[in-house]
């Protein structure tokens, strides 16, 4: 049995409150969060097993296509990014730390997931759209090399689908800004 994560991103609260009872009534999945975001969103994310999250999400693109802002499914979603997801914060050693920046909340999960996969780094924060205008934020933590590797494969997705903000490596933070993080 294979578990899979999709996340739905919707410009319209209402559409978005519909898709997430579309979603449940398609499959066998279970909700992790439907509720809107800012600014006048609505982020839909659904777990369970990989096939049932799949009907769950293609059905969404199909019925909401001309509300859809960004969905991507994960199939095999690294445990740290759920906990991040989740707002679990881990006590990571100090390092290099890396953000990437994006428009939307389905390609910052996915950059925190290939970040994770393609680099020894640990996730300090994922943030989701509250309080950043609608925005996706990773904040990762590593070595300088997996830091810039992480970021460099995380951000690819976000540049390709056009909604990539920016990102930036400090190899060395001060003190009181890692306090901070």
Same mark, same amino acid.
């Given at each position: ?8 991103? &919707?410009? +319209?609260?209402?559409? @978005?409150?519909?898709?997430? !009872? ?5 499959? =066998?999945? *279970?909700?992790? #969060? ?34 859809? &802002?960004? +969905?991507?499914?994960? @199939?095999?979603?690294?445990? !740290? ?5 989740? =707002?679990? *914060?881990?006590? #990571? ?13 389905a390609s910052a999960v996915l950059a925190a997931d290939t970040a994770v996969k393609?680099?020894?780094?640990s996730i300090l924060e994922l943030r989701a759209a509250q309080g950043i205008g @609608? ?47």
């Amino acid at each position: 049995m294979e578990y899979s994560v999709a996340v739905m991103e &919707l410009e +319209s609260i209402a559409k @978005g409150v519909q898709a997430a !009872d579309d979603a449940l009534k398609a499959a =066998g999945v *279970r909700l992790v #969060a439907a509720q809107p975001v800012c600014p006048g969103k609505f982020e839909l994310i659904i777990t369970g097993e990989l096939a049932e999250v799949n009907a769950a999400l293609e059905r969404v693109r199909a019925a909401y296509a001309d509300n859809l &802002l960004d +969905s991507v499914q994960l @199939g095999r979603i690294d445990r !740290d990014v759920v906990k991040a997801l989740l =707002g679990t *914060r881990p006590a #990571a050693p100090k390092g290099a730390v890396g953000v990437i920046e994006t428009l939307s909340i389905a390609s910052a999960v996915l950059a925190a997931d290939t970040a994770v996969k393609a680099a020894n780094v640990s996730i300090l924060e994922l943030r989701a759209a509250q309080g950043i205008g @609608g925005k996706g934020v990773v904040v990762l933590t590593g070595k300088v090399a997996d830091v810039t590797a992480a970021v460099e494969a995380g951000s690819r997705y976000a540049k390709e689908k056009s909604v990539f903000v920016g990102d930036s490596v400090i190899p060395a933070p001060h003190e009181e800004l890692w306090n901070y993080l």
